[in-house]
């Protein structure tokens, strides 16, 4: 078994900052990509940024030069630094990662519970 725990969602003004974070444990054996996605009211899920093992990342265009995307391999969590953040930012926050549950196993998908973010004066 696998879990998700995101933390660090919450209400900002605009032009503020927040720091989501992801822990991943329970059976694991490797964890490949991790990313983070997120989901506005009547919209479909979208993805923000991830990042690979070895620290390659990639950001959707709305959100780059505001948002950075880290990891840290030893305490299988990932985070997301959100700058500048806007009214449009507004969403629920998920957490996604492939995970290796044993050394024969491929990967699969794992996603967090979600966490609210919203920006608002």
């Known amino acids: 078994q696998v879990q998700l725990v995101e933390s660090g969602g919450g209400l900002v003004q605009p032009g503020g900052s927040l720091r989501l974070s992801c822990a991943a444990s329970?059976?694991?054996?490797?964890?490949?990509?991790m990313g983070w996605y997120r989901q506005a009211p009547g919209k479909q899920r979208e993805l923000v940024a991830y990042?690979?093992?070895?620290?390659?990342?990639k950001y959707a265009d709305s959100v780059k030069g505001r948002f950075t995307i880290s990891r840290d391999n030893a305490k299988n969590t990932v985070y997301l630094q959100m700058n500048s953040l806007q009214p449009e930012d507004t969403a629920v926050y998920y957490c996604?990662?492939?995970?290796?549950?044993?050394?024969?196993?491929?990967?699969?998908?794992?996603w967090g519970q979600g966490t609210q973010v919203t920006v608002s004066s």
């Open positions: 990042i690979t093992f070895g620290g390659m990342s």
């Open positions: 329970g059976s694991i054996f490797s964890i490949n990509d």
């Open positions: 996604n990662a492939n995970i290796e549950t044993t050394y024969y196993s491929p990967g699969s998908p794992h």
